[in-house]
């Protein structure tokens, strides 16, 4: 592959994270999900949640991109990651 090609994919490969941090800066309504509710997501983006050292339930977000190509994010409730830690 010569410097050219090699230069032009890393430009491409560039864009495309570019592209992928500014839609999560970008933002967008957050919908509670609901059981049953249908997701379609092409890609994820984040998902978050609040930081807790007990073993609770937790609202988490997920954001993500759809088949669309449009930014959506969903919330939903999860236990919180301290609970890998507890038996």
């Not at 864009?15 to 999900?33: I, K, R």
């Not at 993500?64 to 830690?85: D, P, T, V, W």
């Amino acid at each position: 592959m010569n410097t050219r090609k090699r230069f032009a994919l890393a430009a491409l490969a560039l864009c495309g994270f570019t592209g992928l941090a500014q839609a999560s800066d970008v933002n967008v309504e957050v919908v509670p999900y609901e059981y049953g509710m249908r997701l379609d997501v092409a890609k994820v983006i984040s998902m978050t949640e609040p930081p807790t050292r007990r073993c609770e339930v937790v609202t988490a977000n997920m954001r993500y991109i759809n088949k669309a190509g449009e930014l959506a994010e969903i919330s939903y409730q999860k236990h919180a990651q301290a609970c890998m830690y507890e038996n």
